[in-house]
């Protein structure tokens, strides 16, 4: 059944410049090994940690640690210590409630300030730090590890790159049909095809979850080669719920294929009892997109998902 491109959808698939995409979350968003540098000062303020219970991640400390120094709650994460190398394994057992903040306090053995380290441990689904290298520096007079200044360095040229991005005026982009011809969308008698899905019918959901998508339209765009799915969800619970973003989402066929997300659009959380919008988009030729798909969506900032089985694309 075919149904015509909402203007929302229209201001997801066409107009990048202006749409307000989700970012990558900056925690955890890069595989490999993070470098914090811990002073006296910033050592008194938890640290935040992401953790998934899909893998483990490790504490690396330029210290040994006390006999039974480390604090968590093990009724939610599993942790396994090496103090005499300063090493910390962590692994989510479980999902803690939202009221309920899960911290790690690691005190170290040497007698040298700062004598511990606290980190606030955000779970999520499916994206977990691998390695943390915490490196201390007892007083302002010592000189900074290499490293971690250029790690600093790094970070801060990151910040004043997205400063200058964000202030940035936008280049005008026509309105209406306008718009979507100059993005090369409905070009050459190339266009746009829709899918209504019916919930039950097209697509499903396991019983009780918390984010239900109410209704799903999937889209195709010939050039380039893009999918998306137009989704109206309702957040049964009170707490907002915001996607993580491309980071956070995956796309996969019951063959195995996956596609890649490239943009994730959200105008507003979700709130309690109210059906709101939400737009994935993929990239995707005819071959790539045909049968059955799984859409999984990670929350910014914690544990609850939208999964969404068996959509198709037209």
């Given at each position: 059944?075919?149904a015509p491109l909402a203007a929302p959808l229209l201001l997801a698939l066409f107009t990048a410049t202006s749409a307000p995409?989700?970012?990558?979350?900056?925690?955890?968003?890069?595989?490999?090994?993070?470098?914090?540098?811990?002073?006296?000062?910033?050592?008194?303020?938890?640290?935040?940690?992401?953790?998934?219970?899909?893998?483990?991640?490790?504490?690396?400390?330029?210290?040994?640690?006390?006999?039974?120094?480390?604090?968590?709650?093990?009724?939610?994460?599993?942790?396994?210590?090496?103090?005499?190398?300063?090493?910390?394994?962590?692994?989510?057992?479980?999902?803690?409630?939202?009221?309920?903040?899960?911290?790690?306090?690691?005190?170290?053995?040497?007698?040298?300030?700062?004598?511990?380290?606290?980190?606030r441990l955000v779970v999520h689904p499916t994206r977990g730090e691998h390695e943390v290298q915490v490196i201390r520096q007892?007083?302002?007079?010592?000189?900074?590890?290499?490293?971690?200044?250029?790690?600093?360095?790094?970070?801060?040229?990151?910040?004043?790159?997205?400063?200058?991005?964000?202030?940035?005026?936008?280049?005008?982009?026509?309105?209406?049909?306008?718009?979507?011809?100059?993005?090369?969308?409905?070009?050459?008698?190339?266009?746009?095809?829709?899918?209504?899905?019916?919930?039950?019918?097209?697509?499903?959901?396991?019983?009780?979850?918390?984010?239900?998508?109410?209704?799903?339209?999937?889209?195709?765009?010939?050039?380039?080669?893009?999918?998306?799915?137009?989704?109206?969800?309702?957040?049964?619970?009170?707490?907002?719920?915001?996607?993580?973003?491309?980071?956070?989402?995956?796309?996969?066929?019951?063959?195995?294929?996956?596609?890649?997300?490239?943009?994730?659009?959200?105008?507003?959380?979700?709130?309690?009892?109210?059906?709101?919008?939400?737009?994935?988009?993929?990239?995707?030729?005819?071959?790539?997109?045909?049968?059955?798909?799984?859409?999984?969506?990670?929350?910014?900032?914690?544990?609850?998902?939208?999964?969404?089985?068996?959509?198709?694309?037209?």
């Open positions: 059944m075919s995409t989700l970012a990558p979350s900056e925690e955890g968003d890069t595989p490999g090994t993070r470098h914090l540098e811990l002073t006296e000062e910033n050592a008194r303020e938890p640290h935040p940690l992401r953790v998934s219970p899909r893998h483990s991640t490790h504490l690396v400390f330029d210290a040994p640690l006390q006999p039974g120094g480390v604090e968590v709650q093990e009724r939610w994460v599993k942790k396994a210590v090496n103090e005499a190398e300063g090493m910390v394994t962590l692994r989510p057992s479980g999902v803690p409630p939202p009221d309920e903040p899960l911290t790690v306090t690691v005190r170290f053995a040497d007698g040298q300030a700062p004598g511990s380290a606290t980190f007892p007083s302002t007079s010592v000189p900074v590890h290499p490293e971690a200044r250029r790690q600093r360095e790094r970070a801060e040229r990151y910040e004043a790159a997205l400063a200058r991005e964000r202030t940035r005026p936008e280049e005008p982009r026509p309105a209406g049909l306008s718009g979507v011809v100059e993005a090369g969308l409905v070009r050459e008698g190339k266009s746009i095809v829709g899918r209504q899905l019916a919930l039950g019918k097209d697509f499903t959901q396991l019983p009780g979850e918390v984010l239900m998508a109410r209704e799903a339209y999937s889209y195709r765009a010939e050039q380039p080669s893009r999918v998306a799915l137009e989704l109206h969800v309702e957040n049964t619970e009170t707490q907002p719920w915001t996607a993580e973003g491309v980071t956070g989402a995956e796309l996969v066929s019951a063959e195995g294929v996956r596609l890649k997300v490239v943009r994730v659009w959200q105008p507003e959380p979700l709130v309690s009892e109210a059906q709101r919008l939400l737009v994935v988009e993929a990239e995707a030729t005819v071959k790539q997109s045909r049968g059955t798909f799984l859409l999984k969506l990670g929350e910014a900032g914690g544990a609850r998902t939208l999964t969404v089985r068996d959509l198709t694309f037209p």
